[in-house]
């Protein structure tokens, strides 16, 4: 089978069951963390300038982040759906807004250790303080994001292959509009690709995504074998 998809998952919320960053902030975080999010939700500020100030108020050490990062739990059918793609040729990356030191530990502890991940840099500066440093982010990103996943998809899909997001939340929204081709969407992420009329399936777990994007991979998608909430809703992308 020829590659015709590169995939694209989000971490937070996607692949971990939670959202590693806020459980990380409400464990460690001084208080003010808070404020800086009501700022961020309200429009006030990116998410870059949003994680930058909430990443200065964490107080943890290095052990106390590695025991929180040990506790994450992941959707336990993702590593099915990454063998599958590598099986098939399809390319899989995660694409984080999150922090790249926790995401690997927990990639890590799940065996997944080969995956390509793009995320903030998380620092450690001494005193139980951190920093965070975005490698990935771009001047002219919609989002004023960290991490750019428009610009990353642009740039890491294979030539000749359609983009296909994973995502549940806003980190993914521009995403979704600007750089995918279909999106796989949960959560706040599924109303975004309804109210701008995004091609895109429901799902609820990893097993759903690996069954519909390997059905119309092999020419056999059949909307009669599925439940209403994971027939798709868009086009599916050929290629």
């Known amino acids: ?41 309200a429009g006030c500020i990116g998410s ?3 994680m930058r100030r909430q990443v200065a108020l ?22 099915d759906f990454v063998a599958a793609c590598r099986e098939a040729r399809v390319p899989v990356a995660i694409l984080s807004d999150g922090l790249d030191y ?10 997944l250790t080969n995956l390509p991940v793009y995320a903030n840099r998380l ?26 996943k428009c610009a990353l998809i642009e740039t890491l899909r294979q030539p000749g292959t359609k ?5 549940d939340g806003a980190s993914d929204f521009c ?10 969407a949960k959560d706040s992420l599924l109303e975004h690709c309804r ?11 990893f097993s759903d995504t690996k069954r519909l994007l390997f059905n119309h991979l092999c020419g056999e998608y059949d909307a009669q074998r599925h439940s209403p909430n994971l027939a798709y809703e868009g086009y599916p992308p050929h290629g």
């Not at 920093?131 to 994001?145: E, G, K, N, R, V």
């Not at 995403?175 to 796989?184: H, K, P, T, Y």
Request: aromatic share 10%; charged share 20%; with cysteine.
């Open 48 to 50: 870059m300038e949003c």
């Open 123 to 148: 620092e450690m500066v001494g005193d139980g303080r951190y920093a965070l440093s975005f490698p990935h982010a771009q001047t002219a990103c919609l989002a004023a994001s960290g991490t750019c």
């Open 1 to 41: 089978m020829r590659t015709r998809y590169s995939v694209f998952c989000d971490f937070d919320g996607t692949v971990s069951a939670k959202d590693v960053t806020d459980v990380l902030l409400e464990a460690y975080a001084l208080p003010q963390w808070q404020e800086v999010e009501a700022l961020w939700r």
């Open 102 to 111: 926790v995401i690997l530990r927990v990639l890590q502890n799940h065996g």
């Open 175 to 184: 995403a979704a509009r600007e750089a995918a081709d279909f999106v796989f």
């Open 163 to 167: 983009a296909i997001l994973v995502g």
């Open 195 to 205: 109210e701008f009329a995004l091609p895109h399936a429901a799902y609820s777990d």
């Open 58 to 79: 964490l107080r943890c050490s290095r052990q106390e982040l590695d025991a929180l990062a040990d506790s994450v739990a992941i959707d336990p059918r993702f590593p």
